[in-house]
């Protein structure tokens, strides 16, 4: 008996979108402990009815942005071949270009955050593991050396993001992740031919 998955309603999406957008806003004003749901709702331009349909509280909507980028990030990696990214390293770092285009608003306003580095250094943290598990799964190199790889490529990563974010935007993501690509893994390369 095959079980059908029920589609996602297209409000449900928008509305958590809304609130998701709202929390990212609101986090480079102030610190995730001073963020009250009537803030957040009004922000989102919602009711506070309606975000407890989807969340129990603040800390519940860090849970769930946390689980989609991880979700998102795991399918753009899925189908990576780390063999065949050596000779073209575009394919990887493209992923994260497209990650970040899904939802623009948002990246935007989690790279401009300052003062609340907790959020960023637990989604980069995240992205590092998937990325190092899919890379020492497929390529022959000792897991330390991928984790300073990828912990060098990925913190660089996001200073140009989040520059950029900060910018005018006049250089589009797609031509700053082909500098980022071609810099980064020349280094990577490096490495892995000492290895």
């Known amino acids: 008996m095959d079980k059908k998955v029920k589609p996602v309603d297209r409000r449900v999406l928008k509305t958590k979108r809304a609130i998701r ?4 806003k609101l986090m480079v004003e102030k610190d995730i ?3 009250t749901i009537i803030e957040l709702a009004d922000t989102a331009d919602i009711n506070r009815k309606t975000f407890y349909n989807y969340y129990s509280g603040v800390y519940q909507v860090v849970e769930d942005i946390e689980n989609d980028i991880s979700q998102s990030y795991e399918v753009l990696l899925g189908d990576i071949e780390f063999t065949k990214t050596m000779e073209a390293p575009y394919s990887l770092f493209e992923r994260f270009s497209i990650l970040i285009n ?12 300052n ?3 907790a959020l960023i250094t637990r989604i980069m943290n995240l992205l ?3 990325t190092r ?7 022959d190199v ?5 984790e300073i790889m990828i912990d060098y490529i990925l913190s660089g990563m996001l200073s140009v993001y989040q520059h950029w974010f900060n910018s005018d935007k006049s250089v ?11 810099m980064s893994w020349g280094g990577v390369n490096g490495v892995l031919k000492e290895n």
């Not at 000792?142 to 991928?146: F, H, K, S, T, V």
């Not at 589009?172 to 071609?182: H, L, R």
């Open 21 to 24: 957008n709202a929390f990212a």
């Open 33 to 35: 402990n001073d963020i």
């Open 102 to 113: 899904m939802d623009p608003e948002f990246f935007g306003y989690l790279l401009s955050m």
């Open 115 to 117: 003062g609340n580095k």
């Open 128 to 130: 590092k593991n998937k």
């Open 133 to 139: 598990e899919k890379m020492v799964s497929q390529l």
């Open 142 to 146: 000792e897991e330390y050396r991928a």
């Open 172 to 182: 589009p993501i797609e031509e700053v992740t082909q500098i980022i690509s071609t």
